[in-house]
């Protein structure tokens, strides 16, 4: 096996990567935008695809696992 491999993980545009949250979480209330935001501030991986930008889903939910977000005390 070639240890130079790339794991692209799975990658979605906004409006897929909001499908596979909804798949999950039918009552999410992650917008379009909030991913938008995460990833303009590099809080989430994307890549760009010509003029698409690409979400790794892993990011988002790594992101969420680890309890980011704005905490609300």
Do not use: C, H
């Not at 590099?42 to 760009?48: L, N, P, V």
Request: proline share 1%; glycine share 6%; hydrophobic share 40%.
């Amino acid at each position: 096996m070639n240890n130079n491999s790339i794991n692209f993980g799975k990658l979605r545009t906004v409006t897929k990567a909001i499908e596979e949250i909804k798949k999950i979480d039918p009552n999410s209330a992650i917008t379009k935008n909030y991913l938008r935001n995460l990833a303009l501030n590099g809080q989430i991986r994307t890549f760009m695809a010509s003029s698409r930008r690409l979400y790794d889903m892993d990011s988002i939910f790594s992101f969420f696992n680890a309890g980011g977000g704005d905490n609300v005390a």
